[in-house]
């Protein structure tokens, strides 16, 4: 089964699934006869396999070398100014590892090595600073888990169910547990007492790629919760995440999350860069646009079963789960649906106290007889906020803002136990 | 106006301690000339634009040499690159055109775009008066100024946007969430439930598994392995030298590809392209300099090579590729060493 799947496309495999259901639920559960992984003593229960150091540096077996991040040609002009997708299809619990976290680059993602690396901060502050990769790790320093979600996630299901996929509706996301220091002690050791009444300042942020993509944050923000981070789960930012340096702006879009941060600036209004103006702002039914539509609403979805994630193992028993989150804290209820709406049940929240502005877990357990199902998953977060329909959404907002899609995503689940991405009344 | 504006008191109080606390000593003053070199941001009223003119006429030169590639002639967009002019009276309709003239909301926005990002593979290469020509340019493309219009430092701040007041603040916390902060419905919450439309109709999920894509990449290294061999004895290719160049081609990527699934960009491809004749890579929309070196029968040999990489625009005056160059000899041996290396 394994060889099969892996000399077939993605889309064959989905086909696959189907007759998989009827034939392999058996094989190691059907008695009677002897399962010879069992009785036949196996090559690896005999010959000794590698040894440490093989690989200093370890990948993932190459059984999971379909868990990976995928683009959409279709999308952008040029891989270097694009984003692929974090294959969440095929992950559990809440991190994600660096290596499939999905990426989005205006320029590339460059090499910028801890010895070339400065960071300077300017404008309306006591004494402007040049820091060094050394200066910023003697700061006192924290970690925590965010997720970080581009505000184009699901940008493509405004019109209709576009992509048969969850890597490809929801995949622009990811979740790690990032260290540094807060970007307050950095202003602090700058000092603020040039910038006077400090409720009407803004930081303006940029990298040090060829785009320096650049963005104005709220000082309230800036004071509050942003990391300037150096490691994501426990090890150096991959160079596509921003290595050796890059903000981290919880619960906001991940536009702001600026890369291989630079510069610093203290300012007495917004910049108003392109990525704030022409960019990242969200177009209505009647042609204004929102702006600064920073903060990422509750949502959540399934991602298994999903297009990508077929049922194999015949009725029975299934653990239908999927991934929660909110840019206003902690996600405290997800319910499911089965009916596309009609009626719902209550999760089971799969880490016993989530992070604020983190992705969260949720598993239902349950039991499948092939019925057809058009499956929904809703969540809450402690604001009250319940994440609505895509009705709910375009009624408000129209088709056309790209941006901040946190609808209800809905999967319908065939007797076959293949899912489809389709929109329900 | 978002709560993050309406700044609470208590958070910036909270805040205040760590302000005005102690510092570390940590960091050195930034000097002048490095704030100079970095702080390059333009605000909407003007703040941070340096002096300098530039008119739409000089600008249509300067953006069919750098800009047009991408970006058309006329501002209309190459392939899936941005569209600059038109749109306008669009922004209401299903599939608005969201262009400089029709959405952007500040004049600032578009020189400190072109001034520090563009052009896309050459950022930062282009002088203050060439941005000044572009900006102007790409108004006049807009309709918006007549060919002789000049823009300068002067002037900058007169111009208004047409789509300046088309932008209202994050309006969200007032219009959706009192809408959709309530106990949500659990039982009976609809009547009847259809399936209004399919992913699987329009179908447009891409098709590549990554099962399929380790194939094609083991089938592309067994043609490289099996062609390479005679090459090799032939040419004896330095493998450190090679790989140099693949790092130092990383500066030409944003427009050239190579390997077995390469396609003509913005420039064309560059497999086998050393011992070819100039001007020979099919589909590939040439220069007119181009065109006529191979009219001549020039041919892509190593002094050919090391000579266009150093100054591009002064060997093949009239070329459209805009990369200023190779200053070290050393990574111009190195990428041809690592041209030599992609054959066909």
Known sequence: MADELNNTSRRAFLKGGAAAVVGTAAGAASAGTPDPLITEVQDWASFTGEGVDETPYGLPIEFESDVVRRNVPWL???????????????????????????????????????????????????????????????????????FCECAANTGMEWAGAQLNGVQFTHGMIHNMEYSGISLRALLNEAGLGAAGDLADKWVYVEGADASSNGRSIPMEKALDDVLVAFKANGEALRKEHGYPVRLVVPGWEGNMWIKWLRRIEVTDAAVESREETSKYTDVMEDGTARKWTWEMDAKSVITSPSPQMPIKHGHGPLVISGLAWSGHGRITRVDVSKDGGKSWETARL??????????????????????????????????????????????????????????IQTWYLNAKGEAENVEVS | MSKFLKVSAAVLMMASPAVAGDSLGLGRPALPEEIAAWDIDVLPDGRGLPEGRGDAFTGEEVFAEKCASCHGDFAEGVDNWPVLAGGFDTLADKDPVKTVGSYWPYLSTVWDYVNRSMPFGAAQTL???????????????NDLVDDDFELSHENFAEFEMHNQGGFIQDDRAALEYPMWRVEPCM??????????????????TPDEGAAEGEEQTAAVVEEVVEEEAPVEAVTALDPELVKKGEKVFKKCKACHQVGAKAKNKTGPVLNGIMGRGFASIDGFKYSKVFKAAADEGRMWDEAEMAAFLTKPKAYLKGTKMSFAGLKKEADVAAIIEYLKSVDD
């Open chain 1, 350 to 407: 799969g880490t016993t106290q989530g992070d604020s502005k983190a992705l969260t877990r949720f598993y239902l357990d349950t039991d499948w007889q092939g019925e057809d199902w058009l499956l929904q998953a809703r969540a809450m977060d402690e604001t009250g906020y319940v994440q609505p329909t895509k009705d709910q959404l375009r009624e408000v907002r129209g088709e056309n803002s790209i941006y901040h899609n946190n609808c």
């Open chain 2, 187 to 204: 039982t009976d919450c609809k009547e009847s439930v259809e399936i209004t439309m399919r992913a699987s109709i329009l179908d447009v």
């Open chain 1, 76 to 146: 952008t002009a040029d891989p270097i100014s694009s984003i692929n997708f974090t294959p969440i299809h095929a992950l559990d619990g809440t991190i994600t590892p660096q290596g499939c976290a999905f990426e989005r680059h205006h320029s590339g993602a460059i090499e910028l090595k801890k010895d070339d690396y400065r960071l300077m901060i300017n404008g309306l502050v006591d004494q402007p600073l040049v820091f060094t990769y050394e200066d910023l790790e003697r700061f006192p320093r924290e970690n925590h888990v965010y």
């Open chain 2, 127 to 141: 002088t203050e008066d060439e941005v000044y020509a572009i900006v102007a340019y790409i108004l006049y493309s």
